[in-house]
C-alpha cells in the first residue's frame, strides 16, 4: 500500500469520494463528532461574517470565543477561496 506522504496525497485521495454518502463516510471515519461541529462552527461563522455581523454579535449567536472569529476573518482576507466557494454552492443556509 502507497503512503500518503503530503497534503496533496491527502486531497488526491479525498478527491476520489464520489458523492455525498462517500464524503460523509470518510469524513465520520476521520473525523471525531467534536471535530465535525468544530468545522460546521467555522462555516457559520464564515457565513455571518461574510453576511457583516459583527464579531460580537456573533459570538452571541453562536455561542464561540473572539479567537475563532478572528482566526475564521484571517482566512477570509488573506483569501478565503475556498470559504467562499463552499458558501456560494451551499448558498447561506449554513448559518
Known amino acids: 500500500m502507497e503512503k500518503i506522504k503530503n497534503s496533496e496525497g491527502f486531497l ?12 460523509r463516510a470518510f469524513l465520520r471515519d476521520i473525523m471525531t463528532p467534536e471535530e465535525m461541529m468544530m468545522y460546521q462552527r467555522r462555516l457559520q461563522v464564515a457565513t455571518l461574517l461574510e ?3 459583527t464579531y460580537e454579535a456573533i459570538h452571541k449567536e ?5 479567537g475563532k472569529i478572528s482566526s475564521v476573518k484571517k482566512a477570509l482576507d488573506s483569501s478565503g477561496e475556498g470559504y467562499r466557494v463552499v458558501l456560494k454552492r451551499v448558498g ?4
Open 62 to 66: 453562536l455561542h464561540v470565543g473572539m
Open 12 to 23: 488526491d485521495v479525498a478527491g476520489t469520494l464520489k458523492n455525498k454518502e462517500e464524503v
Open 51 to 53: 453576511a457583516g455581523w
Open 92 to 95: 447561506r443556509a449554513i448559518a
